[in-house]
Nanobody, 124 residues
Framework: QVQLVESGGGLVQAGGSLRLSCAAS????????MGWFRQAPGKEREFAAA????????YYADSVKGRFTISRDNAKNTVYLQMNRLKPEDTAVYYC?????????????????WGQGTQVTVSS
């Protein structure tokens, strides 16, 4: 069992930055791939970024590539999402997710555990 707690969301102006953190419980954190998804009001949950269990591979949605950076610290059981040059269309609830190796990285069904989400609002 893995429990995930996100933090770092908030209100920021367009062009600004935020850093999200996701703290995981459990001893098996380093065996999971980790992902960040987001969900805007009235829209489906969508993939933003993911990182392999070792941290050696990172994946991004086209909409955030070049602006967002995912990283992890397995010693601290934490995954991060650095978000730069934020746009109003980045406004959403951001969810951290953990999943086993394989099964892909950019779909909801590839992840078994989810956090409660943290709100990110970007004003124009």
């Amino acid at each position: 069992q893995v429990q995930l707690v996100e933090s770092g969301g908030g209100l920021v102006q367009a062009g600004g930055s935020l850093r999200l953190s996701c703290a995981a419980s459990g001893r098996t954190f380093s065996t999971f791939k980790m992902g960040w998804f987001r969900q805007a009001p009235g829209k489906e949950r969508e993939f933003a970024a993911a990182i392999s269990w070792s941290g050696s591979n990172a994946y991004y949605a086209d909409s955030v590539k070049g602006r967002f950076t995912i990283s992890r610290d397995n010693a601290k059981n934490t995954v991060y999402l650095q978000m730069n040059r934020l746009k109003p269309e980045d406004t959403a609830v951001y969810y951290c997710a953990a999943g086993p190796r394989g099964l892909g990285y950019n779909v909801v069904r590839a992840y078994d555990y989810w956090g409660q989400g943290t709100q990110v609002t970007v004003s124009s």
